[in-house]
């Protein structure tokens, strides 16, 4: 079964939990865990009201695949996830014109006024009683959920915009109300973007890495790393459309980039195979190097390698 969703948050790369769950930003642990439990009653094949095997067993992957990894990220303090939450309500508040919103739900949200804080969260409650009902209408609901979440960044980041504000969008997270760090200081030798691009993909967060990628591509638009990171994280998520996009600017600006020239030839030896057996997959240029939590380099897994 595909999981592939592509409205709401999930449309900038996002992986959004707080849609899959179908609770609203800023919940905190105690609702995260009684939505959780509610949700895996109804989807855990000892408990499920599926008919049929067939029922049973998408119940059970949307389960494994989809549930329990957003309630494992909610359910614990992860200050980077809601980093990034920050950061695409800033772009998103920026581009309101430009982002496209289907649901109804969403629509009327964004022209909620002074009660948008209560408008968005009786919009998610209505969506989530429902949202797992039926097996094959999750999905539009997840995504339908994330159009909310997206709508309510969007507005939320606005206002602070407008106002000079800066303040968290949860208001549990009591003194983490200002968790986007400021910029380093310009004699700093490390580019930032690029530190946290590679602590995401040593922890194989690639849709995190992407989002600030394209945050450092904003201030750097010609410089080749930034492009053949994205176009190796892209290639992670398997969207190799736009993994070529990215390795070949990448070798545009810098014809020697070792990642982009591996990433390369990685995609190159998959779409020529033809009835021969398939070839060992290149290592990356960086295998030897070694990243910041002492583990065996950033891109040691890089093409699918066995995980220790």
């Known amino acids: 079964?595909?999981?592939?969703?592509?409205?709401?948050?999930?449309?900038?790369?996002f992986t959004d939990h707080h849609a899959?769950?179908?609770?609203?930003?800023?919940?905190?642990?105690?609702?995260v865990r009684k939505r959780y439990l509610k949700i895996a009653r109804n989807l855990h094949p000892d408990s499920s009201k599926a008919e049929g095997e067939a029922e049973k067993q998408?119940?059970?992957?949307?389960?494994?695949?989809?549930?329990?990894p957003a309630y494992e990220q909610l359910s614990k303090d992860d200050r980077e996830y809601l980093v990034m939450l920050e950061r695409l309500g800033k772009r998103l508040a920026t581009d309101d014109k430009k982002v496209p919103?289907?649901?109804?739900?969403a629509k009327k949200l964004f022209q909620a006024g002074v009660g948008l804080e209560n408008s968005y969260k009786s919009s998610v409650n209505n969506l989530a009683a429902k949202q797992y009902n039926s097996l094959g209408e999750v999905l539009d609901a997840i995504a339908a959920l994330s159009e909310l979440n997206m709508v309510y960044l969007m507005l939320n980041g606005k206002v602070k915009r407008d106002s000079g504000k800066d303040d968290s969008i949860s208001n549990n997270r009591g003194n983490e109300s200002n968790n986007t760090p400021p910029p380093p200081p310009p004699p700093s030798p490390v580019d930032p973007h690029l530190r946290r691009a590679k602590a995401y993909i040593g922890k194989e967060n690639f849709a995190a890495a992407v989002l600030e990628l394209r945050e450092g591509l904003k201030q750097k638009p010609d410089h080749s790393e930034y492009h053949s990171l994205l176009g190796y994280s892209y290639l992670k998520?398997?969207?190799?459309?736009?993994?070529?996009?990215?390795?070949?600017?990448?070798?545009?600006l810098n014809p020697k980039d070792e990642t982009a020239l591996k990433c390369k030839k990685f995609i190159e030896s998959r779409s020529t195979k033809a009835g021969g057996s398939k070839s060992a997959p290149p290592k990356s240029p960086q295998d030897k190097s070694v990243n910041q939590s002492g583990g065996s380099g950033l891109f040691g897994k890089m093409f699918g390698g066995k995980k220790k």
């Open 1 to 13: 079964m595909s999981f592939q969703i592509e409205r709401g948050l999930f449309k900038f790369d």
């Open 20 to 31: 899959v769950l179908g609770i609203p930003i800023g919940a905190d642990k105690k609702e």
């Open 58 to 68: 998408q119940a059970n992957q949307l389960l494994s695949k989809l549930v329990n």
């Open 101 to 105: 919103i289907a649901s109804e739900a």
């Open 237 to 252: 998520q398997k969207q190799v459309a736009m993994a070529k996009v990215h390795i070949n600017k990448a070798l545009q």
